[in-house]
């Protein structure tokens, strides 16, 4: 490989990692799209309330109805790049949003007052609907 082609190729890989950085900040695309069903562009209160529901469906992994801490960091991967397995994880600061009554446990109810009050905040013109424009991180 000459000096030249590592140059570019470095240029080409540090722009793709500003570009997704930066998407990332402001507009999450994908999560977006899996919220919005009806693919009509704006998110509606029923669709987010349905996002709401499946998301607690994922981290609810023994189906029992309730979030424990250690479900929601197996869910979300949150030990995967840890080297010591037992080290224990520090509540993150949506764990600690959503648990209101801070018994360690998330209910679906506690799950969707987080959701609501996304919405609302995201809803800037109060519309009740969330466009893209308005759908910025962390989103729903
Ligand atoms: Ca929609
Ligand atoms: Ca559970
Ligand atoms: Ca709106």
């Not at 609810?60 to 949150?78: I, Q, T």
């Not at 996304?118 to 519309?127: G, I, V, Y």
Request: aromatic share 8%; net charge negative; charged share 25%.
């Amino acid at each position: 490989m000459t000096s030249r082609s590592i140059f570019v190729a470095t240029v080409i890989s540090s722009t793709l990692i500003s570009v997704s950085v930066f998407a990332g900040a402001t507009f999450n695309s994908s999560q977006f799209l899996g919220i919005d069903r009806n693919a009509d562009n704006q998110v509606s209160a029923i669709e987010a309330e349905a996002y709401r529901i499946r998301y607690f469906t994922t981290l609810d992994l023994n189906g029992d109805g309730r979030v424990e801490f250690d479900e929601y960091v197996e869910a979300h991967k949150l030990k995967s790049n840890s080297s010591n397995t037992n080290a224990s994880v520090p509540p993150t600061a949506e764990y600690k949003e959503a648990d209101v009554n801070k018994d360690r446990e998330l209910s679906l109810n506690e799950l969707l007052a987080v959701g609501k009050a996304r919405f609302a905040q995201l809803d800037t013109d109060k519309n009740g609907l969330i466009s893209q424009k308005e759908f910025v991180a962390p989103g729903l």
